[in-house]
Nanobody, 128 residues
């Protein structure tokens, strides 16, 4: 079965760095786009970045572009999200996801059709 497991979260200082991992299994990794999302307390889930494993094309939300880096290691079927120069507003639970229907970047509201798989999330806290 499809499984995505996030790890690497924790406390990081503003201006520091942190790398999150999304370990995946249960699907043909190289065919799919993997996305990172986050949810801050009291806010809706929002999209952060996606990487298309067919060509390694990357897309970022405006707040992530230039600060966050998404990457993929096909040999480990793992996607990473490097948070550089994080800000307090980057605090939240970070999730990874895969859309098994479209093969493309998951919709932030995906999952209603049962074909978008989400990890359990990893907490990132940006604080001095």
């Amino acid at each position: 079965q499809v499984q995505l497991v996030e790890s690497g979260g924790g406390l990081v200082q503003p201006g520091g760095s942190l790398t999150l991992s999304c370990s995946t299994s249960g699907f043909t990794f190289r065919y799919y786009t993997i996305g990172w999302f986050r949810q801050a307390p009291g806010k809706e889930r929002e999209w952060v970045a996606c990487i298309d494993n067919t060509d390694l094309k990357k897309n970022y939300a405006h707040f992530a572009n230039g600060r966050f880096t998404i990457s993929s290691d096909a040999s480990k079927t793992t996607v990473y999200l490097e948070l550089n120069n994080p800000k307090p507003e980057d605090t939240g639970v970070y999730y990874c996801a895969v859309d098994l229907v479209t093969y493309d970047c998951p919709n932030v509201h995906g999952g209603e059709d049962g074909m978008t798989s989400w990890g359990q999330g990893t907490q990132v806290t940006v604080s001095s």
